[in-house]
T-cell receptor, first 116, second 110 residues
Framework: GAVVSQHPSWVICKSGTSVKIECRSL??????MFWYRQFPKQSLMLMAT?????????EQGVEKDKFLINHASLTLSTLTVTSAHPEDSSFYIC????????????FGQGTRLTVV | DAKTTQPTSMDCAEGRAANLPCNHS???????VYWYRQIHSQGPQYIIH???NNETNEMASLIITEDRKSSTLILPHATLRDTAVYYC???????????FGTGTRLQVFP
């Protein structure tokens, strides 16, 4: 099946620094990708829709200046957590579906961010 | 908000069928029912989806009631590796957005 890969799988950073997480569709093109956040023992919460070549669409309550999304190509979307704080520590997951098809969405393996 | 309701947790003996129910009473005619599962600390894995007919693949079967207000995911012979959180999601045909509810934590025991 189609593969979505995230990098890094885990990262530890200091408060106040920025962290970039990559999401790649390895064998298909994706005009749209999605970013989710998941806190321990909770469900996935949709943060934003990443659109290739245009601005991301953020869900209500998600700060667009804090969570910068760039979708520069049909196979890569990046999420940058700016000025990270301990409360940003979470599991970040991306998903993508092949453009122009009716296939299901595939998810990356997730990135565990710990801010110390 | 998620449009589905699922039991918080279920147990199943290894080798037996696991039947996971989902209520989606407000589903509309052009919305699909999707099932994903998430094993601890991994990204969700697609299982199956359907519109109104029952569906079967190598992983599971999906039974959708005639009025489409509920569905059941069936894992015919559960194994220990099927222990996971199972999410039932309603998705509009023309959108890629998946809104997750709380899911059902399935524990398969020996």
């Amino acid at each position: 099946g189609a593969v979505v890969s995230q990098h890094p799988s885990w990262v530890i950073c200091k408060s106040g620094t920025s962290v970039k997480i990559e999401c790649r569709s390895l064998d298909f093109q994706a005009t749209t990708m999605f970013w989710y956040r998941q806190f321990p023992k909770q469900s996935l919460m949709l943060m934003a829709t990443s659109n290739e070549g245009s601005k991301a669409t953020y869900e209500q309550g998600v700060e667009k200046d804090k969570f910068l999304i760039n979708h520069a190509s049909l196979t890569l979307s990046t999420l940058t957590v700016t000025s990270a704080h301990p409360e940003d520590s979470s599991f970040y997951i991306c998903s993508a579906r092949e453009t122009g098809t009716r296939t299901e969405a595939f998810f990356g393996q997730g990135t565990r961010l710990t801010v110390v | 908000d998620a449009k589905t309701t699922q039991p918080t947790s279920m147990d199943c003996a290894e080798g037996r069928a696991a039947n996971l129910p989902c209520n989606h009473s407000t589903i509309s005619g052009n919305e699909y029912v999707y099932w994903y599962r998430q094993i601890h600390s991994q990204g969700p894995q697609y299982i199956i989806h359907g519109l109104k007919n029952n569906e079967t693949n190598e992983m599971a079967s999906l039974i959708i009631t005639e009025d489409r207000k509920s569905s059941t995911l069936i894992l015919p012979h559960a194994t220990l590796r099927d222990t996971a959180v199972y999410y039932c999601i309603v998705r509009l045909y023309n959108t890629d957005k998946l809104i997750f509810g709380t899911g059902t934590r399935l524990q398969v025991f020996p």
